[in-house]
């Protein structure tokens, strides 16, 4: 059984999505921001948690708690993930970008397709790189952008469609691990 790391910085929904499609396989759950939703909602389901402030070395201080990780997935992690874990976790770190990459990198990108007036946006699973919201797609989902969408309305729709590619994305990934 490979044993699953998640990072996140907001409420964790997509957090919900990887420990109802995988359970006990999620070993731990790590934090930049110390009233994460994502933390909350770990510790009720008895999953260890971690609280690390960004800054310096942060992702040296968060390789000293991933002794026995197979694969990190990051779930709406707003920091870049740098040495040593680019190394340490080559081809097993993916992420989850709610838009269809290599449109609307960054930050609120189903805001970023809304002004844009998009007519489609959807979401991406990839494998991470050095760069932001770069590496090699894995999995996509496409959703309409509709003429009286509001951001909370577009983001729901594609979050709807994060939780159920995201866990499908991981299941390829784990197989090519085994
Ligand atoms: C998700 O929509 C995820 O795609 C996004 O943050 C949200 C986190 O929601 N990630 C990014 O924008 C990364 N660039 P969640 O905390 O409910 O899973």
């Avoid at 044993?3 to 759950?29: D, H, M, P, W, Y």
């Avoid at 992702?59 to 000293?64: F, I, L, N, V």
């Avoid at 509709?146 to 990934?173: C, G, K, N, W």
């Amino acid at each position: 059984m490979k044993r699953i790391a998640v990072f996140g910085s907001g409420t964790g929904s997509n957090f919900v999505a990887l420990q109802e499609a995988f359970g006990s396989q999620i070993k731990l759950v790590i934090s930049d921001q110390k009233e994460a939703g994502i933390l909350q909602k770990a510790e009720k389901q008895g999953i260890p948690t971690i609280y690390e402030p960004g800054g310096r070395d942060l992702c040296q201080r968060m390789r000293s708690h991933l002794e026995g990780i197979d694969l990190i997935c990051l779930a709406g992690f707003m920091r870049l993930i740098k040495e040593p874990l680019l190394s340490d976790f080559e081809g097993r770190i993916l992420n989850i970008h709610p838009s269809l990459l290599p449109a609307y990198p960054g930050l609120y990108a189903w805001k970023q397709a809304l002004e844009d007036g998009a007519q489609e946006s959807g979401c991406t699973v990839h494998y991470v790189d050095a760069g932001m919201d770069t590496g090699e797609v894995i999995l996509q989902a496409r959703v309409p952008v509709l003429p009286e969408d509001t951001e909370e309305s577009l983001h729901e729709r594609i979050q709807v469609q994060e939780h159920r590619i995201y866990p499908q994305a991981v299941q390829m990934v784990l197989d090519l691990l085994d």
